[in-house]
């Protein structure tokens, strides 16, 4: 199986896509809504949080696990991948959604500036401007750190008339640093839900990154290049959703933003 990480709903968003393009895997989700939102907690903490979802990925029977969440890409994926992978599961494997991303976007930038819309941890794990940075040091990152849109998403209120307003002041405050900026990283995967939001505020010559297609596309080439990864991950069609909050609120979102109706599995970290 190939497992999905996210602190809640945002990573339906890549998964919806994986699915689009690669029908035939077998997918398990897990979205730890009971302690959304990551993206205001400290680093170490969303390593515990992340490191416990993984595990539990990882004996459901998953055999690879891509963070679809930026906040723990940014703040565990490392160490998942330098300490934990190797005492625990040494033949197991985790992504994330950094890397892809800053790939691309480097790639559509002209004026060499970047924006980039995420939550309070990714900001200031500098992970973006490094990775970026990395790949061409004449780019320059700028980055917003957007902490109400995660809670608001959660709790389902897209149509609220406040979130235009709180958008239209975190993007305001983004080009306020830059009018150069001509590619906007929407950093954080529950972005995309309320993208037509966020794009009525961007102007219109900037090109807004879509980071589920290209997590998708990337992902499949990852295991084109991998058959000794992909022969083990079945391909019986089987999809599975947990979550840690077993709720009204969770089985909606769950069916609202992924499109079918959804019954999660509870599951305790
Ligand atoms: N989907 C997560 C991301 O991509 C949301 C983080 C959070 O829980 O704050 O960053």
Request: with cysteine; proline share 4%; aromatic share 8%.
């Given at each position: 199986?190939?497992?999905?990480?996210?602190?809640?709903?945002?990573?339906?968003?890549?998964?919806?896509?994986?699915?689009?393009?690669?029908?035939?895997?077998?997918?398990?989700?897990?979205?730890?809504?009971?302690?959304?939102?990551?993206?205001?907690?400290?680093?170490?903490?969303?390593?515990?949080?992340?490191?416990?979802?993984?595990?539990?990925?990882?004996?459901?029977?998953?055999?690879?696990?891509?963070?679809?969440?930026?906040?723990?890409?940014?703040?565990?994926?490392?160490?998942?991948?330098?300490?934990?992978?190797?005492?625990?599961?040494?033949?197991?494997?985790?992504?994330?959604?950094?890397?892809?991303?800053?790939?691309?976007?480097?790639?559509?930038?002209?004026?060499?500036?970047?924006?980039?819309?995420?939550?309070?941890?990714?900001?200031?794990?500098?992970?973006?401007?490094?990775?970026?940075?990395?790949?061409?040091?004449?780019?320059?990152?700028?980055?917003?750190?957007?902490?109400?849109?995660?809670?608001?998403?959660?709790?389902?209120?897209?149509?609220?008339?406040?979130?235009?307003?709180?958008?239209?002041?975190?993007?305001?405050?983004?080009?306020?640093?830059?009018?150069?900026?001509?590619?906007?990283?929407?950093?954080?995967?529950?972005?995309?839900?309320?993208?037509?939001?966020?794009?009525?505020?961007?102007?219109?010559?900037?090109?807004?990154?879509?980071?589920?297609?290209?997590?998708?596309?990337?992902?499949?080439?990852?295991?084109?290049?991998?058959p000794e990864i992909s022969e083990q991950l079945g391909k019986d069609g089987k999809r599975d959703f947990l979550s840690t909050e077993d709720s009204w609120r969770v089985k909606d979102l769950f069916r609202k933003f992924y499109g079918e109706k959804i019954n999660p599995r509870k599951v305790s970290l």
């Amino acid at each position: 199986m190939l497992g999905f990480f996210d602190s809640g709903l945002g990573g339906l968003t890549i998964l919806k896509e994986v699915i689009r393009l690669m029908p035939d895997y077998s997918y398990i989700y897990l979205g730890d809504n009971a302690r959304t939102p990551y993206g205001s907690h400290s680093q170490d903490i969303i390593y515990k949080f992340t490191s416990q979802g993984v595990a539990r990925l990882f004996d459901e029977g998953a055999k690879l696990v891509v963070l679809v969440c930026n906040t723990s890409s940014a703040a565990a994926l490392r160490r998942l991948q330098m300490e934990f992978l190797p005492e625990h599961y040494p033949d197991k494997k985790v992504l994330g959604v950094i890397i892809p991303t800053a790939e691309e976007t480097v790639k559509m930038t002209n004026s060499k500036e970047i924006g980039i819309l995420a939550t309070e941890a990714t900001v200031h794990s500098f992970v973006y401007p490094r990775e970026i940075t990395k790949l061409d040091g004449e780019i320059k990152v700028h980055q917003q750190a957007c902490p109400l849109l995660v809670p608001i998403i959660e709790a389902g209120e897209l149509e609220w008339e406040g979130l235009d307003l709180i958008v239209k002041k975190y993007v305001g405050q983004l080009f306020e640093r830059s009018s150069a900026i001509d590619v906007l990283i929407l950093g954080c995967t529950h972005y995309e839900l309320i993208s037509d939001v966020i794009k009525k505020h961007v102007p219109d010559s900037v090109k807004i990154f879509n980071q589920a297609r290209v997590i998708a596309e990337k992902l499949e080439n990852y295991l084109e290049c991998h058959p000794e990864i992909s022969e083990q991950l079945g391909k019986d069609g089987k999809r599975d959703f947990l979550s840690t909050e077993d709720s009204w609120r969770v089985k909606d979102l769950f069916r609202k933003f992924y499109g079918e109706k959804i019954n999660p599995r509870k599951v305790s970290l």
